[in-house]
């Protein structure tokens, strides 16, 4: 019997044309890709894996050569923006991850590695296993990154911190939040597949995190619980607008940790979450990225926040 295959759909681009990029192939073929990065060269892959193709294959790669072409009218850098479409064993594709994909050490106190990997972690490390699908996050991107270095540096041992994730992807940040002691931990995602990988993650970790789905531009304006930290690793416009919700949903001197922005947006969105009482207390930039962790000022923490509609878990 031959062995089934996929489609592997490929495009070499930069930072800055990560996103459009991953949008392009998402709509011309139907389903989310992945992102590999690497971090000595800097190189950003994006990638669909597919069981067919929506027309022939010189009618896709025209489709999205063409696409490709009007990005670049518009002034965006996609570098080169190296297209490849071909076939491949499934046997090969799981094999291609065990490469490309290695161990992270969050400082001290995280390990973020494949089930594959034989890497031990250090005294005092918490192991998360997590390995790569045909989409989400495995912590390789530099946002997501950010965001577990501050999951890292906010925990203060010995103290009951609650943890909110939006938009949790794979799980990555919730399940790593769970591990390093934070409790309660909440995550939603408006995804289906996304909640699913996350609470396949969530098992495998054997933690205790509540996920579920759930769109944030429809969730009430405050829920019964407030939380210590909340992630965000949204776009610019999805977060620039739940800025009020993420208000209420912190408790006096909370921590909202953002990321997934791009640096020419970074600005705006500082200023439109200050106007919601959230100051920048520290930012990080990798190349075309920036994130930041903002702090609730105490003083501005509305007291209606307990008598609203709760966030269900």
């Keep these: 019997m031959i062995p089934p295959r996929l489609w592997q759909v490929s495009v070499?681009?930069?930072?800055?044309?990560?996103?459009?990029?991953?949008?392009?192939?998402?709509?011309?073929?139907?389903?989310?890709?992945?992102?590999?990065?690497?971090?000595?060269?800097?190189?950003?892959?994006?990638?669909?894996y597919a069981e067919g193709l929506p027309a022939s294959r010189r009618a896709v790669r025209a489709s999205l050569e063409t696409a490709l072409h009007g990005m670049r009218g518009l002034r965006l850098d996609l570098g080169a923006a190296k297209l490849a479409i071909k076939r491949l064993r499934r046997e090969n594709w799981a094999e291609s991850w065990k490469r490309h994909f290695?161990?992270?050490?969050?400082?001290?106190?995280?390990?973020?590695?494949?089930?594959?990997?034989?890497?031990c972690a250090r005294p005092g490390q918490h192991v998360v296993i997590l390995d790569p699908g045909l989409s989400?996050?495995?912590?390789?991107?530099?946002?997501?990154?950010?965001?577990?270095?501050?999951?890292?540096?906010?925990?203060?041992?010995?103290?009951?911190?609650?943890?909110?994730?939006?938009?949790?992807?794979?799980g990555i940040l919730a399940i790593a939040a769970a591990k390093l002691g934070y409790s309660p931990v909440m995550a939603f995602d408006n995804d289906p597949e996304a909640v699913r990988a996350s609470r396949h993650n969530i098992r495998r970790n054997?933690?205790?995190v509540t996920v579920r789905r759930a769109d944030l531009t429809r969730l009430p304006l405050a829920p019964r619980r407030r939380y210590d930290v909340i992630c965000a690793n949204l776009i610019c416009d999805l977060l620039s607008g739940a800025g009020e919700k993420v208000r209420h949903w912190l408790k006096p001197g909370g921590k909202l940790v953002t990321a997934g922005i791009l640096r020419r947006e970074f600005r705006e969105l500082q200023k439109k979450l200050h106007q919601c009482h959230l100051t920048l207390e520290k930012a990080s930039v990798s190349k075309g990225w920036k994130s930041g962790q903002f702090a609730l000022i105490q003083s501005c923490s509305p007291a209606s926040a307990t008598k609203s509609t709760p966030l269900r878990g």
Excluded: M
């Design 102 to 119: 290695q161990p992270i050490e969050v400082g001290q106190r995280l390990l973020i590695k494949p089930s594959w990997s034989r890497r």
């Design 12 to 48: 070499r681009t930069t930072d800055e044309g990560e996103e459009a990029v991953a949008g392009l192939l998402e709509r011309i073929l139907g389903q989310p890709p992945t992102v590999y990065r690497s971090e000595r060269t800097g190189e950003v892959v994006v990638t669909v």
């Design 136 to 170: 989400f996050g495995t912590g390789q991107h530099p946002t997501t990154l950010f965001c577990l270095q501050q999951l890292a540096r906010c925990r203060r041992r010995g103290v009951e911190q609650s943890l909110l994730d939006i938009g949790c992807g794979s």
């Design 206 to 208: 054997n933690v205790r």
